[in-house]
């Protein structure tokens, strides 16, 4: 029985270290007006520029 506890507690233990390292970081999870423009509209260039552009005076508004 001891042995299928440490078994069972070793194997957890493996499991939670390389569960870890998985978690992302805030910072690279933010996506950029341009990233997130280029993301919604592929090929239209007009709705692009216009969607950047919405997207960065809502970002200045709500950090004023």
């Known amino acids: 029985m001891l042995k299928k506890v440490l078994f069972s507690v070793a194997a957890t233990a493996l499991v939670a270290a390389i569960a870890v390292p ?16 280029k993301a919604k509209y592929k090929g239209d260039l007009k709705a692009r520029h216009a969607f950047k552009k919405e997207c960065k005076a809502a970002f200045k508004a709500q950090k004023a």
């Open 22 to 37: 998985v978690q992302f970081a805030p910072a690279q999870a933010a996506m950029t007006c341009k990233a997130a423009a």
